[in-house]
């Protein structure tokens, strides 16, 4: 459905129950489509901590600084 952006603001109640319902409506201006409105994505679900525990190793260096030749790659001077 598209719908000019005045008739949108008058109706906005209306669409936006529409598009809790799955329907996209098209706001357009003069014609030329300017927004989509759709429905929200669903519920996130929670985050469990813990899942990959005894599955990942990280090294006692990880947070020790990079080498030399390294940092210079980063820097875009790969001498």
Not at 12 to 22: F, I, K, N, Q
Not at 65 to 79: I, M, Q, T, W
């Amino acid at each position: 459905m598209q719908l000019n952006l005045y008739e949108a603001k008058t109706r906005l109640s209306e669409l936006v129950e529409a598009a809790s319902e799955g329907e996209t409506i098209l706001i357009a201006k003069a014609g030329r489509p300017l927004a989509k409105l759709g429905p929200a994505s669903g519920p996130r679900k929670p985050v469990r901590f813990g899942l990959m525990k005894g599955r990942i190793r990280i090294g006692s260096d990880f947070d020790a600084p990079l080498p030399v030749s390294v940092l210079r790659e980063f820097e875009g001077d790969a001498k």
